[in-house]
């Protein structure tokens, strides 16, 4: 048997393996979540200058996926809640919303582009 500490999505598991004689799959024990220790939260990265970003308020991605659909363009204003893009991880839709309300000054993403976690969608004024 091996005892595993894993964290998924900030929840920490312990696990028991025991290992199996070739029989297929083997058990898994696992105990319930442990209190995860409190961390300081991150502060928001300060807006970088570049030639794609026109706006100074970032949208970024939450997480790494797919962008499945664009739902505003430059020009339209956005309420604070409002989905800006969506991106498609492990067939779920993910809305990226619009952290304060504000104009569409860049969109710097195209449908079907694969995008990393914090990478740059779009941009408000």
């Known amino acids: 048997m091996k005892n595993y500490t894993i964290t998924v999505n900030g929840n920490v598991y312990d696990v028991v393996v025991e290992e199996g004689a070739g029989s297929g799959a083997a ?3 696992t105990a319930a ?5 409190k961390a300081a939260p991150k502060a928001a990265p300060a ?4 030639a794609g970003a026109a706006g100074s308020i970032r949208i970024e991605a939450g997480a790494a996926g ?3 659909k664009l739902e505003k363009s430059v020009g339209q204003a956005v309420k604070r809640g409002d989905a800006v893009v969506i991106l498609e ?3 779920m839709e993910i ?3 619009a952290p304060q309300d504000g104009t569409v000054a860049s969109v710097d ?5 694969s ?3 914090g990478a740059l969608l779009a941009t408000l004024n």
Not at 33 to 37: E, F, I, L, R, V
Not at 109 to 113: L, Q, R
Request: proline letters at 17%; aromatic letters at 4%.
């Open 95 to 97: 809305p990226v919303v």
């Open 89 to 91: 991880a492990m067939k």
């Open 115 to 117: 995008v990393e976690a």
């Open 33 to 37: 979540p442990k209190a995860m220790p």
């Open 47 to 50: 807006p970088k200058a570049s």
């Open 66 to 68: 797919k962008v499945f």
């Open 109 to 113: 993403v195209a449908v079907g582009d």
């Open 27 to 29: 058990p898994v024990q």
